[in-house]
């Protein structure tokens, strides 16, 4: 995954960005951000960067999410289970049906276990 901050520079100082600063905490509707370097990011969060609260905000919003109905996590792919059983049933490999279509062993497991 490219890092959202490649190639920005810090809004505040002008230096190499590292961060995406959420102006209003995501986990309470924020969208917007700004690019920051980590002086500028510890500024912002009044003098310390104190990522157990970072942490305390994300966790918050994933379970606003959850209870919201929303997936959190990486997006789901279709996988047409009936597709992979009759293969899997045919003797192909789940390692090769899994690279073949970009997901993890576990995932199509998980899959044929629900048929």
Do not use: N, Y
């Not at 230096?15 to 102006?23: E, P, S, V, W, Y």
């Amino acid at each position: 995954m490219k890092k959202r901050t490649a190639g920005f520079r810090c809004f505040e100082c002008g230096a190499k960005a590292h961060h995406a600063h959420h102006i209003v905490p995501f986990s309470r509707g924020g969208t917007r951000t700004v690019p920051l370097c980590h002086p500028c990011h510890e500024k912002a969060h009044g003098g310390g960067l104190r990522f157990s609260e970072h942490s305390k905000l994300t966790r918050d919003g994933m379970a606003k999410a959850k209870a919201q109905g929303i997936h959190v996590g990486r997006p789901r792919k279709s996988i047409d289970s009936a597709v992979v059983f009759l293969r899997w049933s045919r003797g192909e490999s789940l390692s090769s049906l899994a690279k073949e279509l970009g997901v993890s062993r576990k995932t199509l497991w998980r899959r044929l276990k629900e048929k």
